[in-house]
């Protein structure tokens, strides 16, 4: 008997113990796509963080939440990503809110407090901002404190509830709608002379190009 023919009766005699094995093997198979893809988003989103590229970081660390709701880490990251990449800045404020439950076990930095402070600052809701900049600010070193800003953003929220004590009615003189590397180009500097440039090279640290720094320069006509 030729071998074709024997693997051909053992397959019409044991059909389906042959079939549980060829789908196991495709089940197996598909996991360690499955797993490597995940492992890939997790490294780019790792990455993008890191290096402040919150645009690219959001899209990524939605990928990882919408599989992994309840990773403290993957929330924290996501509601920062937000504050920064999302038009909708309410958003970001579960995300944090779920983030900071984790803060004393050390599952998430003590930033995620920072960062909730900022949900509710740009949000308008300064108590609640204030209340986290202080917690914040008592459990990290002054150094640090000094670093992330911290008197400056409670002194804005401050001035926030004074402004929105006296709310006037603002009238929108005109709208339009600007690629964010063009935004300054609205600028109407005629009455103070001078203009606006994209930063040249020459005013750009290695810092400044490794993050694509975009920000502008003014150029007075005097020089």
């Keep these: 008997m030729k071998f074709s023919e024997?693997?051909?009766r053992m397959f019409q005699k044991?059909?389906?113990?042959f079939l549980f094995f060829i789908l196991l093997g495709f089940n197996i198979s598909s996991l360690l796509f499955a797993q490597k893809d995940i492992d890939d988003v997790k490294k780019s989103a790792e990455r993008s963080f890191n290096d402040e590229n919150?645009?690219?970081?959001y899209k990524f660390y939605a990928q990882l939440v919408a599989n992994f709701s309840k990773e403290p880490v993957y929330n924290y990251r996501l509601g920062v990503s937000m504050i920064y990449a999302e038009s909708d800045k309410k958003k970001c404020i579960p995300y944090l809110e779920f983030a900071v439950k984790f803060v004393q076990k050390k599952e998430v930095p003590l930033e995620a407090l920072f960062y909730l402070g900022k949900a509710y600052h740009i949000n308008y809701r300064f108590d609640e901002a204030i209340r986290y900049y202080r917690e914040y600010k008592q459990q990290v070193s002054s150094s640090r404190a000094k670093e992330m800003e911290v008197d400056k953003e409670i002194a804005a929220c401050e001035n926030g509830k004074k402004l929105l004590s006296n709310i006037k009615e603002l009238v929108v003189l005109s709208k339009k709608?600007?690629?964010?590397?063009?935004?300054?180009?609205?600028?109407?500097?005629?009455t103070i002379g001078g203009k606006?440039?994209?930063?040249?090279?020459?005013?750009q640290t290695?810092?400044?190009k490794k993050k694509k720094d975009k920000s502008i320069v003014y150029?007075?006509?005097?020089g």
């Design 6 to 8: 024997l693997i051909l």
């Design 14 to 17: 044991h059909k389906l113990f």
């Design 54 to 57: 919150y645009v690219e970081a």
């Design 177 to 190: 709608r600007l690629n964010e590397n063009e935004y300054f180009r609205s600028y109407d500097l005629s």
């Design 196 to 203: 606006l440039l994209v930063k040249p090279d020459e005013f």
């Design 206 to 208: 290695k810092y400044d």
């Design 219 to 222: 150029l007075p006509q005097t």
